[in-house]
């Protein structure tokens, strides 16, 4: 059983900075992957960037690359999404998730999930 925590979500002005958290904690394990997943009010669950337990390997959403930047921490136990340029449309619930392997864009292949946190953007 592992345990993810997201803090950070706040709510800030378009072309404005948010840094999102996540820390993980109960039975943890020395390879598992961690990403970011987001749900804007009635749209799916999609997927924003992952990245392995190295850290190493990092893979982003179109709609987010060269914005956002997803890093481990410095124990590999907690994941960071720094979000630059904040657009209207990044206005979701931001959810951590984590699963034992690589990293993924789908989200069923993700095991542990945090409650999420909420991001909004004003114009």
């Known amino acids: 059983q592992v345990d993810l925590v997201e803090s950070g979500g706040g709510l800030v002005q378009a072309g404005d900075s948010l840094r999102l958290s996540c820390a993980a904690s109960?039975?943890?394990?020395?390879?598992?992957?961690m990403a970011w997943f987001r749900q804007a009010p009635g749209k799916e669950r999609d997927f924003v960037a992952s990245i392995s337990y190295a850290g190493d390997l990092t893979y982003y959403d179109d709609s987010v690359k060269g914005r956002f930047t997803i890093s481990r921490g410095n124990a590999k136990n907690s994941v960071n999404l720094q979000m630059n340029s904040l657009k209207p449309d990044d206005t979701a619930v931001y959810y951590c998730?984590?699963?034992?392997?690589?990293?993924?864009?789908?989200?069923?292949?993700?095991?542990?999930w945090g409650q999420g946190t909420q991001v909004t953007i004003s114009s």
């Open positions: 109960g039975r943890t394990f020395n390879t598992y992957a």
């Open positions: 998730a984590a699963r034992y392997g690589g990293p993924s864009d789908e989200r069923s292949l993700y095991a542990f």
